[in-house]
């Protein structure tokens, strides 16, 4: 049986202040697929199908290598899969139509009952 454990929760307002990017404050430890909502309250968002770009980013080398590049949607439970194994950390480019925004990440878990 599968199920999620949330580990990201947090809101918000581009509409206040841009913002180029943003670093995800959490360390993912060879977390290959991730549960990732993001919902936006902007009126213009409604006409858009996805929220931005979602780069992995490798922590164990120096500066920041980026594994993989990804494009999210706005949705709710969109599933991301990253190819590459180990510790990374996740950045999000919003796109600018995004306004006051609730991103939430959850980790997928496996639970064998017998």
């Known amino acids: 049986?599968?199920?999620?454990?949330?580990?990201?929760?947090?809101?918000?307002?581009?509409?206040?202040?841009?913002?180029?990017?943003?670093?995800?404050?959490?360390?993912?430890?060879?977390?290959?697929?991730?549960v990732i909502s993001i919902e936006s309250k902007s009126k213009l968002a409604?006409?858009?199908?996805?929220?931005?770009?979602l780069d992995q980013i490798l922590i164990d080398y120096p500066n920041?290598?980026?594994?993989?590049?990804q494009v999210v949607g706005l949705a709710k439970n969109y599933?991301?899969?990253?190819?590459?194994q180990?510790?990374?950390?996740?950045?999000f480019f919003p796109y600018q139509f995004l306004g006051?925004?609730?991103i939430s990440i959850s980790r997928i878990t496996e639970f064998n009952e017998e």
């Open 100 to 102: 006051k925004t609730l």
């Open 86 to 91: 180990g510790r990374f950390q996740l950045e």
């Open 79 to 84: 599933q991301v899969m990253f190819p590459q």
């Open 64 to 69: 920041k290598l980026v594994a993989s590049s």
């Open 46 to 53: 409604k006409n858009y199908q996805t929220a931005g770009r």
């Open 1 to 34: 049986m599968l199920s999620s454990q949330l580990v990201f929760r947090h809101e918000y307002r581009w509409d206040l202040k841009k913002a180029q990017s943003v670093l995800i404050p959490y360390l993912f430890d060879n977390d290959a697929s991730l």
